[in-house]
């Protein structure tokens, strides 16, 4: 447990180091960050000013959700997003190899060896958004609906490193195809949106299938006390979505460990 | 020069046809996007019978539709290309050769958009025909070509100055995103330009961005509107030929400048 | 120490059409390609030893270190070094060896090597005492206590090289696996790396390393295991391989005037590029260097002459014809 704990610190450290040797690079990647995320705000912006709207959800709330995105990926991809860009070059210039010669798991090493701080700019936009949202909606945050916020948040966190294990381990035999971000971006789209303007059938599928309501609308509803029993479907439906992709990683690094990369 | 052009544009079609998987993945994102899209319009609409500043339902999915779709036909890496050539002093070689590097890079992106054809734009085409029931023909075929070939150039001119950047600066991996994003904002790629405030709208026409896309999709839809302008479409596109000319010499001015500082510092 | 036991690795792959109907046809039916990299191969190492394996480009002696070194699963086979199977027990078998793999770099390209010396002591788990001990023997040893304070992609080749070797040596391995190690570096890079090998061996570790330069191994090497297409071809010490070859050099030879015919007893013209430059093969238990160098002297005047070991290629001819006469 020490042990790992030293190599995330010295792995943090060194990833760290690596990108202040280009500060002015990293700080402009940092406003890169802020402006593309708040992008979609802007745009939901646009809609409500020429007089449309969600049917049933006023700015401010929409705000909300679009914010928790944002502050979600802020907080968690610089632990593990990062991964995706560090197999993607690792697989194409063969030094993945050099993973598998260190005494310690393998993802855990994929993982900690790609700490990227330059989300803190997701992060600043969403908690610019998420006190406009909040200011602006009248809502009491009681310690159950706190508790069960925190909760969301974490299994939403969770649902994102799940996404990131399946991109990743598609790197190991789709070899440098750097569109799998393109793929993620487009597929995350639907998480900026109440979950009512979709279709039944497509509401089903974003909370029980491939679950991506839990990632900023569950937390936001549960905020506005938005929130049906079927969220307890989807936090059964998370881990296992969590669980199958971890296999999933795993079983992507066996064939590429037989097969040579 | 044609036969520059040809030759070129047929080696880099054969070439990127190895990395077909690559470009298909556009058969995944193209529809997705737009299923969002779809989602997000049809139900505003639900709540606002009418019209928009000044789109019904019908003629916003064939905005979102017809932009996806000149998207294909008109985006490139000339400008990521270019900045990538000067930073590992690869750049070098094409001065020594005879044919300018932006003739090459235009050769190139003909050759990666034919391809781009096949591969995204047909299929794709016919995704939006059969699963979302978007019937896309333009108002005036004539018109929407030559604008649509000017939208081509203009995307081209752009990211190539944007490009030629690197002559200056050692990193501007970070700049030209930001700059992406704001052209494709300005372009009207996100979100048509009529949803900006007024007064940015009136600032919108004199830039040069609108010209890539709203421009070509509006003459496909067949009427042209913004801020306060409202065009013929022979205005606009004459309009549009004018500052694809002006954009050409500015980048021909800024060419040989790069050039210069590339040959008295480099080499 | 390590044995080996019809370890074998086929490679699958899948043929690609390069039209559009034989793509499409791919989607149904894939035509699947079977390349014997390795067929086969076992042998033992003791403790201590310094093995060299040789071989062409593409002879299955990187592939052989994949997976002794537990980053490949062989296709059948089995392979035992202290105990472990190195793709089953992977994470406890990698901490007692060391890699130094001549391609691929270790060190981090934007901060300097002496702060991945110590992220390598968190991922082995090095503690601290031990660690300052080895790093500052090592670094003396190759002479760069200066140079890993510098960041890595100021460094030269060489300097980048010694770094990674002491990389690989922090955790104090027991068997340490070299992949061409002496690739792309100048002769006195060359020279230092070799005298480090040597000097940890010494010590008693193990090494394996693969070349495709004799030079390498007959500076390095007691022991040669020599692959081609797969199979071992040789293993034996390096005396025994030299009787089998003879004592041959491959020489260049550049002459001011022209040099009719090279009718010289132990010496065979391989190639005539012209009438004044020649390739050839020398058998130095016939004829000495310097008397070949006195008559061509006499004859032509030797205008440029570059003396080499013989190239691996010939080096496989000559086992290998002797190889099929027996």
Known sequence: MIHYLRIFLSGMKVA???????????????????????????????????????????????????????????????????????ILDRVREGTFDLMLIRPCSVLYLSIVSSFNLEYVGSFLGGIILLSYALLHIEINITLVTGLLFLLLFFFSMLILLSFTLIMSGTLFKWVGNSRVYEIFDAVTKFCLYPRSIYSEAFQNLISYVFPLAMIAYFPAASLLERLDRGVIYSLVVCLLFFLISRAFWYRMLKQYTSAGG | MLKTIKGVAFATYKEWAAYRSHILVSLFIGPVQFLVQYYIWSSVYAGQAGTIRGFNLEQMLVYYGITTLINYCIMDFAGWNLQMLIRTGRFVTFILRPVSHRLFAFSQKVGHRLLGFWLELVPVYIIFLLVFDIYLVPANVLWFLLSLFLGFMMMFLINYCIGMAGFWLTRTEGIRSIFVIFRDVFAGVFIPLTFFPGVVQNILFFLPFQYISYVPVRVFIGDYQLGEMSLELSQIVGLQATYVIVMLLFSEFIWRMGIKRFTGVGV | MIKVNELEKTYKSYQRGNDFLSTLKSIFKRKINYIEAVKGISFDIDKGELVGFIGPNGAGKSTTIKMLTGVLHPTAGEVDIIGYTPWQDREQYVAHIGAVFGQKSQLIWDIPPVDAFYMNKAIYDIPAEEFEETKDKLVKMLEVEELIKKPTRQLSLGQRMKCEFIMAMLHRPEIVFLDEPTIGLDVIAKETIREFIKEMNKKGVTFILTTHDLDDIEQLARRVILINNGDILFDDTIEVLKKHLGNKKHIRLKTEEKLGDLSIHGVKCKQRISQKEFEIELDNSLIEIKDFIDQVNQRAGVLDINIQELPIERVIKVLFGQNKNV
């Open chain 1, 16 to 86: 760290l180091a690596s990108r202040m040797a280009y500060r002015g690079d990293f700080i402009i990647r940092i406003v890169v960050m802020f402006f593309g995320d708040l992008l979609f705000p802007m745009i939901t912006t646009l809609i409500y000013r020429a007089g449309a709207s969600f049917p049933g959800w006023s700015l401010p709330e929409v705000l909300l959700i679009q914010g928790i995105f944002m502050v979600v990926k802020g907080i968690s991809f610089p632990f593990f997003f990062g991964m995706i860009e560090e």
